[in-house]
């Protein structure tokens, strides 16, 4: 309508983090440009942009063939990359982090908890005060839980389990983190 180009970064949501293979299928809408990286490459370096190919024939002039990259394509990142694909529908990870999601939500009930928002394996918890939180990261790190504010909220904190968490560990993880809401305000 405008000839702007809707562009989803899904550098941490992509791969099945949000219980979808990519955020943007949980919306009606279709990007233009996808970047990806992080679980892409299965720990190794490795990065994409997807585009339609309106797009990418933009890159192919003026000069010819001038988008290149200094790593592009390397062997042992795209391996990496079929593997982790692998992984995740073999493991049926992406409908897992819906399962993770659940047992968060349904677990983590508190008077000091102000909202739980996000989905699948990146949620976001809100908590009443920037000093509650400090309290409750504090006590899940000597739990052996590691989580921390978001850059933009001091009293935001984020969760976002591994895709393939055991269940026990998940359920020990948040039984620190009850434990820790119960000393923060305690």
Do not use: Y
Request: proline residues 5%.
């Amino acid at each position: 309508e405008t000839g702007s180009l809707l562009i989803f970064d899904e550098i941490q949501t992509g791969f099945g983090r949000t219980g979808s293979l990519f955020a943007f299928q949980h919306f009606d809408v279709i990007p233009d440009i996808l970047t990806l990286a992080k679980a892409m490459g299965g720990g190794m370096p490795l990065g994409a942009f997807v585009s339609r190919a309106g797009v990418m024939d933009v890159f192919r002039r003026d000069p010819p063939l001038s988008h290149v990259t200094t790593f592009g394509g390397h062997p042992v990142s795209c391996a990496a990359a079929d593997a982790a694909l692998s992984v995740i529908q073999d493991e049926n990870l992406v409908d897992r982090a819906l399962t993770v999601e659940e047992k968060l939500r349904h677990r983590l009930v508190h008077s000091a908890i102000v909202e739980i928002r996000g989905i699948g394996c990146l949620l976001g918890m809100e908590l009443r005060d920037r000093d509650v939180t400090q309290r409750f990261v504090s006590r899940c790190l000597e739990g052996g839980v590691l989580l921390g504010w978001t850059l933009h909220s001091e009293s935001l904190v984020r969760i976002a389990p591994p895709l393939n968490i055991p269940f026990p560990v998940l359920e020990r993880a948040i039984d620190v983190m009850i434990d820790a809401l119960e000393f923060a305000t305690g």
